[in-house]
């Protein structure tokens, strides 16, 4: 009886492996019971490239061009991210808040050139501090949230704008009304012990989409997987990955706790 158990058990397991699954509970008991109890879920894996930036969003189906009036310069996100951005922007105006994306999707090669030209500026630095000193703001290419179209920059990239007048009501407005269409915060003020980026008032991530490549990106990127770029070797020092990438507020951790 024990050998058809277990037999049992083998057959579910690989029949989980042959469709992608992952068992993610087995419960065997062997006296009394012959109750057999597998859990399975699906594995999300993607595309590397896609969740490293390395790939043209211009021609990407899923990708699509954001309407200039709503934008400062040309600019492509996510036809998902788009289409929720619209039904938030459209709420924002009619309750009196002008709302205009500043930057959306940047790929490898676009965050490279951000990177290496602060690589120059902040050469008198050693190469760790110096990483450290652009990572305040800016991403190492193959781990920045703007290569997946899912990420927004809005109206303005100084936090002191936010601190009062028509900053502070925008501000105050994404606050309390950007969750609803699925837009969150994600570095918020590091004081409650959040790693990485220095807090960003006007980064704002699409969550539906954003927590499920993230998790994907833990899964299959790591330090290996950076490279490419002026002190790439020192991305594993800096813990781009578990620090920065990760470095996103609790209620984001929630939300893809959630998920």
């Not at 008198?124 to 920045?144: D, N, V």
């Not at 309390?176 to 959040?194: H, I, L, P, S």
Request: charged share 30%; hydrophobic share 35%; aromatic share 14%.
């Amino acid at each position: 009886m024990k050998s058809i158990k277990f037999l049992i058990v083998l057959i579910i397991l690989f029949n989980c492996k042959e469709k992608g699954e992952v068992a993610s509970k087995v419960e065997v008991v062997i006296e009394d019971q012959i109750e057999v109890k597998v859990e399975t879920e699906d594995e999300i894996m993607m595309d590397k490239d896609f969740l490293l930036g390395k790939f043209d969003y211009k021609t990407h189906p899923d990708f699509v061009k954001v309407d200039s009036k709503l934008s400062s310069k040309i600019l492509f996100i996510q036809t998902e991210t788009y289409d929720a951005y619209l039904k938030m922007h459209a709420k924002a105006k009619a309750d009196g808040i002008n709302l205009i994306i500043i930057s959306g999707t940047r790929n490898f090669e676009e965050q490279k050139r951000i990177w290496n030209r602060k690589w120059e500026k902040y050469k008198e630095l050693e190469p760790i501090e110096r990483a450290k000193k652009i990572m305040e703001y800016s991403s190492m290419p193959s781990t920045s949230r703007h290569h997946w179209g899912t990420d927004l920059d809005l109206n303005n990239l100084t936090n002191s704008y936010y601190d009062s007048g028509e900053g502070k009501a925008i501000y105050d407005w994404l606050s309390t009304n950007a969750n609803d269409f699925g837009f969150y915060q994600v570095y918020t003020n590091k004081a409650k012990g959040r790693t990485g980026y220095n807090l960003e008032c006007w980064h704002w991530s699409y969550l539906p989409l954003a927590s499920d490549y993230l998790t994907a990106y833990n899964k299959q990127i790591t330090y290996k997987d950076i490279s490419g770029f002026e002190g790439a070797e020192y991305a594993k020092d800096v813990k781009s990955i578990s620090d920065y990438v990760n470095g996103i507020s609790e209620k984001c951790k929630r939300f893809t706790t959630k998920k």
